[in-house]
Structure formats: C-alpha cells, structure tokens
C-alpha cells in the first residue's frame, strides 16, 4: 500500500506514521486529504491499481500482520 498526495504517476508518496503494534497488528496510518491516492501493488507481479480516496476522510490506517523483522501481509485498511 502505498498513500499519495496527488496521483502515483507525480511520485509525491506520503511517508505513515507508524504507530506501536497492537494485537498481532503493526499499523500505519497517514494523514490524507481531498487529493490523496491509494496505490497497491500486487506480490510477485508488476501490477498495481490507484485510486483516489473519497473526499472528505482525513486518515487512514492500514493493519499488517506483525512479523519479527518488516511488515507482513496487509489484512485491513481504512480510512475514516
């Protein structure tokens, strides 16, 4: 998952915050606005989907599966 401030294709990611691990999770959330993107990519492939976040939500939070050393699968995400 990657956030971004405008569409992917003008590269402005925006770096989450990573908060402290919580039941099994480990969670980033960034702070968005009405021109922010969501972008996934998919594993062992080079395909990806953008699409932009409805206007109005102001933070969204991804939920990974705590794993000993990186981030694991993603298993949630939101945005409120």
């Given at each position: 998952i990657t956030v971004y401030h405008g569409h992917p294709s003008q590269m402005a990611?925006?770096?989450p915050d990573?908060?402290?691990a919580k039941k099994g999770f480990d969670i980033?959330?960034?702070?968005?606005?009405d021109n922010a993107?969501?972008?996934?990519?998919?594993?062992?492939t080079h395909s990806t989907?953008?699409?932009?976040?409805?206007k109005g939500f102001k933070v969204c939070t991804a939920y990974y599966t705590h794993l000993?050393?990186?981030l694991g699968p993603l298993k949630k995400f939101t945005c409120e």
């Open positions: 990611s925006q770096v990573h908060l402290p980033a959330r960034w702070a968005v606005d993107w969501l972008e996934c990519r998919y594993t062992g989907i953008a699409k932009q976040i409805p000993k050393f990186g």
